[in-house]
């Protein structure tokens, strides 16, 4: 195989383009895609996004930055039911007794309802650092110049233009518009299923099964904080989605069109909302997957192969699994790998449609919530919920290239009652006191630390250095420094080993009442995080002094191991002063007209004699770790020798 043809260039034709490209490079690749046509322009929210941009080597950052995304735990399911809940992969206790999931057998067993598995700060518009992410919010638009940027940077040609003639010849494509011809094709033209309709492939509906039909999708303005979740709010005769991406929501209502029409679900929204909307898409749909996705030398992939409906955002997470799938298909293909391909994509797409089923069976009232629970059941589903209502479900219920285990299904089971509790504690209890004592103990120590809001963590992503805030008036500057929010555990040990190494020099002594005897910056020189701390500093103060003459700073480490802090205080000796919160726990530092609640990655710097203290706000849970520092302008080499004799200050650097 030496060529390969991708009609489309959307988020499937570019994924696809870079999935291919990356495992055999030598395959030349084209997109063909009209911009006539544009892109479906609907679908921020994902997950399993991080195995795509791990497989194909994108980097996180510049794929937060460049495509305007935000952070994601789960999706949020408010008013579905009597319990509002997180469906959240993310669990305190991997533990497990063969493929038993122990987090959730605890949870049961100690009345821990599905509201209260996952952690608090998912809710709170909070990030741990430490939570691995496998999903995302992005700008759609964007993550399209995106992709397209790195198609062409790995060689892929990108063609604009319009197919209007598919040549098939022995059930093969064998060119398309008279010009364009390869070894093998993918369709990815979304609904309109350019290709593989041409080759008899036909829509096997889902709609028995679902309500829903038709979306409007509306933008919505900017906030001051973005959840960490996708929100489904219920509505009347449907869903909405609100996803926070950069700058922006985007939203949408999904609906069953035999209950209201576009304007009744635009009214409805703007009541809940209160205020106006523009519909910037209404798309209808029906709910399915082809019967054949590869058929000769073609294979469909994305909305020109099945779509379920926006819930879970399951399509692009499906995109990739059947790209990563048709990798292991592709080279040497025959009918048999064709056919086993046909089925394992199939299952996939029955597993996206039963577990979104199974998301209308609840008890809610309305013409709608009745009629969506009652619909048929697919037999593959109601087996499942038989088999499941006995025990949680295991990884090998589902076998490989699905979209969703049980880590997607249990949590949801169990918010929805279908699980019977009292069996899984029984048969959890059977596995002995020392399990259950284990699981308890990793759930301690897997508590979430060093939490930051949202929004400042994608500030911070976004550039190196920025100014939070700025007081001309009372002269003092706020910024965040990347580096320290990124890596903030690599700070946090850098601080560590550095207290170590005062404390071998100096036994016992306090770090910070003996700033004079050491510099952080001297204790840390090795340490590249310290490094990058001290050029920042410096810039800062240079811009908070404006001048270019010689500077000295005096720097040390506060780590405090209780909240006994210095009460009102200021560092009347030198010109300005600052400090770092490398892990400042829930803390405040409160200044005679001002206080500041202290953030990871936060440098502070005014005037010298502005006294302070600092509190906090709420548990002391951890070490509070600051980098205090002092600059002083005109040193006098002599006179500090003349004034402190035998006890120079050996904690100024210049800089
Ligand atoms: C209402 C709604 C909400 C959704 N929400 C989510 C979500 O939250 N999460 C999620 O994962 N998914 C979601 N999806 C699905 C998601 O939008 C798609 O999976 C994703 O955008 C990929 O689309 P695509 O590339 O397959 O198709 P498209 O974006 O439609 O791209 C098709 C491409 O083919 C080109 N093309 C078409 N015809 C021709 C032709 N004749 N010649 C040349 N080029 C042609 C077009 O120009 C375009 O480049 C949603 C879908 C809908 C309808």
């Known amino acids: 195989m030496k060529d390969i043809i991708i009609v489309g260039g959307g988020t499937s034709g570019y994924s696809a383009a870079l999935i291919l490209k990356t495992r055999f490079p030598l395959i030349n690749i084209k997109v063909i895609k009209s911009d006539k046509i544009g892109i479906i322009g609907v679908g921020e929210s994902t997950h399993h996004f991080g195995e795509f941009t791990d497989f ?102 990108i063609i604009t233009d319009e197919i209007t003639e598919v040549n098939i010849e022995n059930n093969n494509i064998k060119n398309l518009n008279h010009k364009y011809s390869a070894d093998f094709y993918l369709d990815c033209s979304g609904f309109k299923k350019v290709l593989i309709s041409k080759l008899g492939a036909k829509w096997i509906s889902y709609q028995d099964y679902l309500p829903c039909n038709e979306a409007i999708a509306f933008q919505t303005p900017d906030t001051d904080e973005y959840n960490s979740y996708t929100l489904s709010q219920a509505m009347k005769c449907g869903w909405m989605w609100r996803i926070p991406v950069w700058g922006r929501w985007g939203n949408g209502y999904v609906f069953d069109n035999t209950l209201i029409d576009a304007d009744q679900a635009k009214q409805e929204v703007e009541t809940y909302l ?59 293909y025959n009918e048999e790998n064709q056919m086993a391909y046909n089925e394992k994509t199939k299952a996939m797409m029955e597993n996206v449609r039963d577990f979104i089923i199974m998301h209308y069976i609840t008890d809610k009232e309305g013409v709608f919530w009745k009629k969506a629970k009652h619909l048929p059941r697919p037999s593959s589903l109601q087996f499942n919920l038989n088999m499941w209502k006995n025990r949680l479900p295991i990884r090998s219920d589902f076998g490989d290239y699905k979209v969703y285990f049980e880590m997607n299904w249990i949590p949801l089971l169990i918010a929805k009652g279908l699980i019977d509790k009292n069996k899984v504690i029984k048969e959890y209890k059977l596995m002995g006191e020392e399990l259950i004592k284990n699981v308890k103990k990793e759930i301690v120590l897997n508590q979430p630390k060093n ?70 910056f001297s204790l840390t020189s090795g340490c590249p995080y310290f490094y990058k701390l001290q050029n920042n500093i410096t ?6 002094l404006k001048t270019k003459d010689p500077l000295w700073m005096q720097a040390w480490l506060n780590y405090n191991e209780t909240n006994k802090f210095e009460d009102w205080h200021n560092h009347e000796e030198s010109t300005c002063h600052g400090y770092v919160s490398i892990q400042p726990g ?37 070490p509070r770790i600051t980098v205090g520092f002092d600059v002083f302008t005109n040193l006098d080499f002599l006179d500090m020798k003349e004034k402190y004799r035998n006890n120079i200050n050996l904690g100024m650097i210049s800089i």
Request: with cysteine; proline share 1%; aromatic share 14%.
């Open 539 to 544: 810039d800062i103060v240079r811009n908070f």
């Open 274 to 332: 209160g205020h106006e909307i523009q519909i910037a898409k209404n798309i209808k749909f029906e709910a399915g997957a082809l019967d054949q996705f590869w058929i000769g030398n073609c294979c469909a992939i994305g909305l020109a192969s099945s779509f379920v409906e926006p819930l879970e955002s399951s399509a692009i997470a499906a995109t990739h699994m059947q790209t990563f799938l048709l990798l292991n298909y592709l080279i040497n």
């Open 451 to 520: 939490l930051i809001k949202h929004k400042y963590f994608l500030n911070c992503i976004r550039s190196n250095l920025f100014k939070i805030k700025e007081d001309k008036e009372l002269n003092y500057t706020i910024y965040s420094d990347q580096n320290i929010v990124l890596n903030n555990d690599l700070y946090i040990k850098s601080c560590m080993d550095a207290k170590e190494r005062f404390n071998y020099y100096f036994k016992d002594l306090d770090e910070t009442w003996n700033y004079r005897k050491y510099n952080i």
């Open 56 to 157: 194909v080597g994108l980097d996180r950052l510049d794929y937060f930055k460049e495509c305007d995304a935000t952070v994601k735990y789960g999706v949020y399911f408010k008013d579905w039911g009597s319990l509002d809940f997180l469906h959240s992969t993310n669990i305190n206790s991997e533990i497990q007794r063969g493929q038993f999931r122990a987090f959730y057998a605890h949870c049961l067993l100690n009345d821990i309802d599905a509201k209260n598995m996952t952690d608090k700060f998912k809710w709170s518009n909070l990030i741990c650092q430490k939570e691995s992410n496998n999903e995302f919010h992005f700008n759609t638009f964007k993550l399209n110049i995106f992709l397209e940027k790195k198609c062409l940077e790995r060689g892929i040609e």
């Open 586 to 622: 829930l803390s405040k530092t409160i200044f005679e007209n001002y206080e500041i609640n202290n953030e990871i990655g936060q440098i502070y710097i005014g005037p010298s004699l502005n006294k302070h203290k600092v509190e906090y706000t709420g548990d002391f849970a951890h």
